[in-house]
């Protein structure tokens, strides 16, 4: 497609739901990341797929965060048992080549209640 | 840790005027600064990047200017509209990772 696609655009989960958050990078960029936008911050990086590989997922905040990209094309992110702290923007970004170029979805708006 | 320290929080000019923003780091694994614009409801847009071995770099009315010895780079807006306002971010990259400052809020008064 002509852009990074993220669904839905607004979720609202109840405490302790999983939610599960989709990305449809730009058609033949290798490279795929999540980052969470906390209100009023910069984004913060979660986690890289290069392909379908997961190469650094150094930045997911605790072990109910996953995230899978498992035909090298489309990613989810996956929460499980939501808390409060997690209600944030998830922004998807694709890139052709690593560390350049990146392009921005327009983010799934996740609130936690 | 924020690596990447960005100021003023948040910055109001009038139209025509040159907002500066400023923006320094500690790691000097980092290779590439972007600055992305971001307006409200969508995802950050790339602007201009710059590499390390430039010390100044212009598109359009957007210059980075880059100073490796300090560690510090900065965006300059020439003649700003009221289209510009929005939150700005530097950035800085090393390896696969994109470390983002806190952000700029920008408004440019008619």
């Known amino acids: 497609g002509a852009g990074v696609s993220q669904s839905p655009r607004y979720k609202v989960a109840k405490r302790g739901q999983d939610v599960a958050l989709r990305c449809d990078p730009i058609s033949g960029h290798v490279s795929l990341f999540w980052y969470q936008q906390a209100l009023g911050q910069g984004p913060e990086f979660l986690t890289y797929f290069q392909n379908e590989a997961q190469l650094d997922k150094s930045g997911l905040p605790s072990d109910r965060f996953f995230a899978e990209r498992p035909e090298g094309s489309v990613s989810t992110l996956k929460i499980q048992r939501t808390q409060q702290e997690d209600s944030a923007v998830y922004l998807c970004?694709?890139?052709?080549?690593?560390?350049?170029?990146?392009?921005f979805g327009s983010g799934t708006r996740l609130t936690v209640v | 840790q924020q690596q990447v320290k960005q100021s003023p929080q948040s910055l109001i000019v009038q139209k025509g005027g040159i907002p500066i923003i400023n923006c320094a780091y500690e790691n000097t694994a980092f290779d590439y600064f972007p600055w992305y614009q971001q307006f409200p409801g969508k995802g950050p847009a790339l602007l201009i990047a710059i590499r390390p071995d430039v010390s100044e770099k212009k598109e359009g009315r957007f210059t980075i200017s880059f100073n490796k010895s300090a560690k510090q780079f900065s965006l300059h807006i020439m003649d700003s509209q009221p289209g510009d306002s929005a939150t700005y971010f530097c950035?800085?990259?090393?390896?696969?990772?994109?470390?983002f400052g806190e952000g700029t809020q920008l408004t440019v008064n008619p």
């Open positions: 970004a694709s890139s052709a080549t690593v560390g350049y170029g990146y392009t």
């Open positions: 950035a800085a990259t090393s390896g696969s990772r994109l470390t």
